[in-house]
């Protein structure tokens, strides 16, 4: 069966880590780029973050450079999304998507036709 699943959430207090993972199954993700986006209750869902199969490019938005990591490490066919210094306002749904090779307009969630079912993350004290 050919799938993307996201794991890794949960409930953090501010300032806290978690480390989201994103798992192609029946597939090789190497070839893909693979986007990060995220959905807070009552709003649209945004571009998080993409890195491209070409080279390894990373992207990510404004809100969360400096304190995400999206990285993608030889032979595990996942993405991770590593994230620090968690913050109330990054509290959302995360999902994982795929397209063919690059990142290029990434935040277009349209462009990505493969989407894995989400993984909740709750900052809060």
């Known amino acids: 069966q050919v799938q993307l699943v996201e794991s890794g959430g949960g409930l953090v207090q501010p300032g806290g880590h978690l480390r989201l993972s994103c798992v192609a199954s029946?597939?090789?993700?190497?070839?893909?780029?693979v986007g990060w986006f995220r959905q807070a209750p009552g709003k649209e869902r945004e571009g998080v973050s993409c890195?491209?199969?070409?080279?390894?490019?990373?992207y990510y938005t404004d809100s969360v450079k400096g304190r995400f990591t999206i990285s993608r490490p030889n032979g595990r066919n996942t993405v991770y999304l590593e994230m620090e210094d968690l913050k109330p306002e990054d509290t959302a749904i995360y999902y994982c998507?795929?397209?063919?090779?690059?990142?290029?307009?990434?935040?277009?969630?349209?462009?990505?036709?493969?989407w894995g079912q989400g993984t909740q993350v709750t900052v809060s004290s």
């Open positions: 029946g597939y090789n993700l190497d070839y893909y780029a």
């Open positions: 998507a795929d397209r063919w090779s690059t990142c290029d307009d990434w935040t277009s969630e349209d462009s990505f036709p493969s």
């Open positions: 890195i491209s199969s070409s080279d390894g490019s990373t």
